[in-house]
């Protein structure tokens, strides 16, 4: 009897601490959303165009893109005088790429498409995640560059994780680190955001961002950030060579 009150009381333990766990992730994810102006201004975001400043490799170069919310997105990037597209579509995606010896556009690989795919939300994979079939675990605590963050992990419907590193007094996202297997192979994904402000109608973003991964790294600085303005869906339909 005395072992059968103990396993219970075990039980017990362990079921509150899972308990206690998920409404930890739950309170930091809503801290999040609340950071970003709260689900109303988080839940109208349904365009997004940016302006940037790029360093590919310690090379200067300028980009635009265009985000349209689970429909699109692409990118048009100057560099050594060439222009560099990629876009992507929730049933395909294609590149233009004279540098890789591709001036005309050519539809992606799947995997490429993958990668991509993860860009078309414009508020992000946290917001509204469990509606989405994604699933959140608070990790702990952690630290990006100095500054303390909790660590939260995201798996998504698609089986792809995403974790999320996240000020513990801003409760802005520092850090991103999404891991995916591309062809056989594991490949992570690390991007660092900084210099938060408030557009000119008041959303929250970063205009600052770095992203590595293998072979990779570019840095982003934003001169123009566009919330909600009319976006032609025509820019994301591949030409015609």
Not at 59 to 69: E, P, Q, R, Y
Not at 211 to 235: E, M, R, T, W
Request: net charge neutral.
């Amino acid at each position: 009897m005395k072992i059968l009150r103990n396993l219970l009381a075990l039980v017990v333990s362990f079921m509150a601490l899972l308990s206690t766990k998920a409404q930890t992730a739950e309170e930091v994810v809503n801290k999040w959303t609340n950071a970003m102006g709260g689900k109303e201004k988080l839940a109208s975001m349904q365009t997004l165009y940016i302006e940037n400043d790029v360093s590919i490799m310690n090379n200067a170069a300028s980009s635009k893109s265009w985000l349209v919310n689970g429909k699109g997105s692409k990118t048009e990037t100057d560099f050594s005088g060439q222009k560099i597209i990629d876009c992507y579509t929730v049933n395909n995606g294609w590149s233009i790429n004279p540098l890789a010896g591709q001036p005309t556009a050519t539809p992606m690989p799947a995997s490429q498409i993958k990668m991509g795919q993860l860009q078309l939300e414009v508020a992000g994979p946290l917001f509204n995640y469990a509606s989405k079939g994604s699933k959140v675990e608070l990790m702990g605590k952690d630290n990006v560059n100095g500054a303390s963050v909790y660590k939260l992990k995201l798996i998504n419907s698609g089986g792809i994780e995403m974790n999320f590193f996240i000020s513990d007094s801003s409760y802005y996202i520092l850090k991103e680190v999404t891991k995916l297997n591309t062809d056989g192979q594991d490949v992570e994904i690390n991007v660092v955001k900084s210099d938060y402000r408030k557009t000119e109608d008041g959303f929250v973003m970063p205009y600052s961002t770095e992203v590595s991964f293998p072979g990779l790294s570019v840095s982003l600085n934003s001169k123009k950030i566009l919330v909600n303005q009319p976006v032609d869906p025509q820019i994301f339909e591949m030409p015609k060579n």
